[in-house]
T-cell receptor, first 113, second 108 residues
């Protein structure tokens, strides 16, 4: 597609439930990133995929968070047993290399009640 | 360790010039980026500096000094639509590490 697509745009879930967030990057972009942004805060790096290489998971805050990228394209971020502190906007970005800048999706606003 | 610092908020008047500073510390550095983010929207790419000096792009310019770990974004002829957050980020091993952003308010 023309841009990075994320779904759902909004998600309200009960504490303790699992959620899946989806990202469809720009076709041909080999790099895919997940960030989260809490209210009034900067972007916190979560995970980075580059081609077929092992992902850089150094930013995942706990083992409740995991992500996969199938076929070098679509990515899913899964949060298990959600907690209220997981409430944030989760942003996905893709790039042909950081040098060229990232294109961000519109994000998924997650609210854990 | 890694650290990136920028002012939290700034205000300016329409038509004026504003400079947003960013300082950083990192062991791995592949370049410095600036992004603009309007409230409720995704960040959009503004500029990239990998060498020392000034890069000019229309009303926006960005400067980098690698030896000082310092960058600034210069916005000229401010317009109301420039009211947004401006995020400084450095490229560390192919991923961007962002600052908390500077919220700029432009007044008439």
């Amino acid at each position: 597609g023309a841009g990075v697509s994320q779904s759902p745009s909004n998600k309200v879930t009960e504490k303790g439930k699992d959620v899946e967030l989806r990202c469809d990057p720009i076709s041909g972009h080999t790099a895919l990133y997940w960030y989260r942004q809490s209210l009034g805060q900067g972007l916190e790096f979560l995970i980075y995929f580059q081609g077929n290489s092992a992902p850089d998971k150094s930013g995942l805050p706990s083992d409740r968070f995991s992500a996969e990228r199938t076929g070098g394209s679509v990515s899913t971020l899964t949060i298990q047993r959600t907690q209220q502190e997981d409430s944030a906007v989760y942003l996905c970005a893709s790039s042909i290399g950081a040098y060229y800048g990232y294109t961000f999706g519109s994000g998924t606003r997650l609210t854990v009640v | 360790g890694q650290n990136i610092d920028q002012p939290t908020e700034m205000t300016a008047t329409e038509g004026a010039i504003v400079q947003i500073n960013c300082t950083y510390q990192t062991s791995g550095f592949n370049g410095l980026f600036w992004y603009q983010q309007h409230a409720g929207e995704a960040p959009t790419f503004l500029s990239y500096n990998v060498l020392d000096g000034l890069e000019e792009k229309g009303r926006f310019s960005s400067f980098l000094s690698r030896s000082k770990g310092y960058s600034y974004l210069l916005l000229k002829e401010l317009q109301m639509k420039d009211s947004a957050s401006y995020l400084c980020a450095f490229d560390n091993t192919d991923k961007l590490i962002f600052g908390t952003g500077t919220r700029l308010q432009v007044f008439p």
